[in-house]
T-cell receptor, first 113, second 114 residues
């Protein structure tokens, strides 16, 4: 079955601390992987995406993610979190054939001053 | 360059009623996908429209239907509303050939069923 698992429902970090959000996927075909961020009451903003090539991808707002095929993981990282990073983060997987994305349940990030 | 526009932003309906949500895709995009995001959940794929036809459908009942117009805008219709239909409905547009890689999401329509 195709699925995305985000094991952490809620994470709290201190401002300036590093961040890692976990994502594991199960997908039969070659996966296209995405991280989106959603502020309360808003739509989804794309942070970064991975299709092929270098397994470490850089995104907007200082985020990066690493694709590890052997672990079926695509974890999101940021070296120093800012208060404005508080939001809901979604990992998603798809392919370029069907146009359908499968999302994880999301991880809510809180940032302590 | 306008992004994806959804209307209305919020609405409240009564159980059993019917609702229509609207989506205007980003300029240059010709494919529209709809997602339902229940509170505390990730978005779930409802269906996708291209060339005015439903191209792919997720695991949603026939109460959920859609339409795409010649200008690529789209409507999502839900009949016989249930309390469980309360959710944020997101529209995403893309260009043929880009698939999921070219998605742009709108800000959504918050539907509350009472």
């Amino acid at each position: 079955a195709q699925s995305v698992t985000q094991p952490d429902i809620h994470i709290t970090v201190s401002e300036g601390a590093s961040l890692e959000l976990r994502c594991n996927y199960s997908y039969g075909a070659t996966p296209y992987l995405f991280w989106y961020v959603q502020s309360p009451g808003q739509g989804l903003q794309l942070l970064l995406k991975y299709f092929s090539g270098d397994t470490l991808v850089q995104g907007i707002k200082g985020f990066e993610a690493e694709f590890k095929r052997s672990q079926s993981s695509f974890n999101l990282r940021k070296p120093s979190v800012h208060w404005s990073d508080a939001a809901e983060y979604f990992c998603a997987v798809g392919n370029n054939q069907g146009g359908k994305l499968i999302f994880g349940q999301g991880t809510e990030l809180s940032v302590k001053p | 360059d306008a992004g994806v526009t959804q209307s209305p932003t919020h609405l409240i309906k009564t159980r059993g009623q019917q609702v229509t949500l609207r989506c205007s895709p980003k300029s240059g995009h010709d494919t529209v996908s709809w997602y339902q995001q229940a509170l505390g959940q990730g978005p779930q794929f409802i269906f996708q429209y291209y060339e005015e036809e439903e191209r792919q459908r997720g695991n949603f009942p026939d109460r959920f239907s859609g339409h795409q117009f010649p200008n690529y805008s789209s409507e999502l219709n839900v009949n016989a509303l249930l309390l469980g239909d309360s959710a944020l409905y997101l529209c995403a547009s893309s260009q043929t050939g880009q698939g999921v890689t070219g998605y742009t999401f709108g800000s959504g329509t918050r539907l509350t069923v009472v």
